[in-house]
């Protein structure tokens, strides 16, 4: 069929298409990819935006679309669908799936919109239909509304996703999701679940415990109420198997993004880095646990093959920097930054910091307190203020030569942190700070064109800084 060699890309087999067809027209149908031109537009796309050279990253994409194709039919094939939107990594709630997976219950638990919106704008370029048709759902631009929300209103109108059951909501850190999902239950029918946070700590002072028991009830809440509709239960087994998982992924994606900022040249793109990143949305669903994990390490061992080589996509010693946002949408931006010459060690808050190093605060925590405090560590997540600190004291230790950061113009809690990271960072550590316009969820509101001639004049600046750095280091 005109499809297949898009899935053969993604190392998809002959058999396993075949046995798949009506799942994979039904997707082609309800996205509006069922043609030749949009298959051939959806091959040249994918692989300008990945490089499917590197073992691992054809699986890693294989099983997004894998995983969207399952989302689709999450109604036909299961009684029950429950959805978990971010910003809440799936780590909270994996001990759900695992429950599921223990007990056999016809249920699927899904972090819907986030592979969906990266599986139509990175793979298939089929996302600009969803986001307009969310805005005319009451989710208008300009309403301050954030673009994952639009889509997730596109996606339930267009009928692309099912409406959930259940969808546990975010109300962590950021008040739109909340007030989004709220808006979209009474449009669309599903129950909210909240997770309540009132997420601010700042890292310097004693952790307000009070807080954190408030954060982690709301978790319990949530988990009660499920048990109650659907009788599934994570047991202690469950909960730590999902942790581990979780960590797993984490731990592979820190230690490939620590391997490319201290290399002399950037291994990988991050596009393909984000592969291993993005895994985690979709750790959700446990079918391509055993998959996903094969891949994540194929990839790193391709990464520490090239660092011994002394390979990378960069000349050596390229300026390195920093970049504020990892635009889930569309990788366009970051192709732009690393074809410009500089090297992005790392991006938003890959990297760890000495906080969530450190052993738990609170002794003897349970699940749900452990998650909650894991959460207040991280940068950017407890408080604005600590991801201004994590971005200049990151960028010493990856001796980042500068930085480019976005504000998100979609996004309330982000649409002001790039100039108050820009001066902070240029106070403390005097590093330049270039601003950029883009958006996790949106890629509409700016040009490529116009992105590309101001980054080259920033990479021209930082090329300039670090050979007379170099120069007056050989003197
Ligand atoms: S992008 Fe911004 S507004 Fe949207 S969920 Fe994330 S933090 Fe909230």
């Known amino acids: 069929m005109y499809y297949d060699k898009l899935f053969k890309l993604m190392e998809w087999t002959v058999e396993k298409i075949e046995s798949n067809r009506s799942r994979i027209e039904l997707m082609l149908e309800k996205i509006d990819a069922a043609s030749e031109a949009d298959i ?25 679309v894998e995983d969207f194709i399952d989302s689709i039919h999450a109604r036909l094939d299961h009684k029950y669908v429950i959805a978990v939107n971010y910003p809440i990594l799936p780590s909270v709630t994996l001990g759900l799936n695992y429950a599921q997976k223990r007990t056999n219950a016809d249920i ?4 819907s919109t986030l592979n969906s919106i990266n599986v139509l704008g ?49 109300g962590w850190f950021c008040d739109q999701a909340a007030e989004a999902d709220e808006m979209l239950s009474r449009i669309f029918g599903f129950e909210p679940l909240y997770l309540e946070g009132v997420m601010d700590w700042t890292w310097e002072e004693n952790l307000d415990e009070r807080i954190v028991h408030y954060d982690a009830n709301s978790i319990k809440r949530v988990f009660n109420r499920i048990e109650e509709l659907t009788g599934l239960v994570a047991n202690a087994e469950d909960t730590n198997k999902g942790w581990q998982y979780f960590g797993t992924l984490a731990n592979a994606t ?12 950037q291994i990988f793109s991050h596009a393909d880095i984000s592969l291993v990143y993005w895994s985690m949305f979709v750790a959700a669903d446990l079918k391509h646990e055993e998959k996903v994990l094969g891949a994540v390490e194929k990839v790193i061992k391709a990464a520490t093959e090239r660092v011994e080589k002394g390979e990378g996509i960069l000349p050596e010693n390229s300026p390195k920097i920093y970049l504020g946002m990892r ?23 890959d990297a760890f910091t000495k906080y969530e190093l450190m052993p738990p605060i609170i002794e003897n925590p349970t699940p749900e307190i452990q998650a909650t405090e894991f959460f207040f560590k991280r940068p ?14 990151s960028m010493k230790q990856y001796n980042c ?37 883009a958006d996790f969820y949106d890629s509409r509101l700016y040009s490529p064109e116009q992105q590309k001639t101001r980054v080259e004049s920033f990479a021209e600046v930082l090329k300039l800084n670090k050979e007379m750095e170099m120069m007056g280091f050989a003197e």
């Open 401 to 437: 030569d500068g930085a480019i950061l976005s504000y998100l113009f979609n996004c309330r809690p982000w649409s002001l942190g790039a100039v108050m990271g820009k001066d902070y960072i240029e106070k403390t550590i005097n590093k330049p700070v270039m601003i950029m316009e």
């Open 380 to 393: 950017g997540l407890s408080n604005a203020g600590n991801l201004y600190q994590y971005e200049a004291d």
């Open 254 to 265: 820190v230690n490939l993004l620590d391997m490319n900022a201290k290399a002399s040249r």
């Open 40 to 64: 051939d537009h959806a091959v040249e796309h994918v692989t300008s935006n990945f490089d499917f050279s590197i073992p691992g990253v054809p699986t890693l994409v294989g099983v997004l």
């Open 327 to 349: 635009t889930i949408c569309d990788v366009k931006n970051l192709k732009i930054i690393e074809e410009a010459g500089l090297h992005v060690t790392h991006i938003f808050m």
């Open 122 to 170: 990175n793979i298939f370029d089929k996302y600009t239909r969803v986001l307009e048709v969310g805005e005319l759902v009451g989710q208008a631009a300009g309403r301050a509304h954030c673009a994952q929300y639009q889509a997730e209103a596109g996606l339930f109108e267009l009928g692309i996703l099912p409406v959930p059951d259940q969808v546990i909501v975010s």
């Open 108 to 111: 699927y638990i899904f972090a």
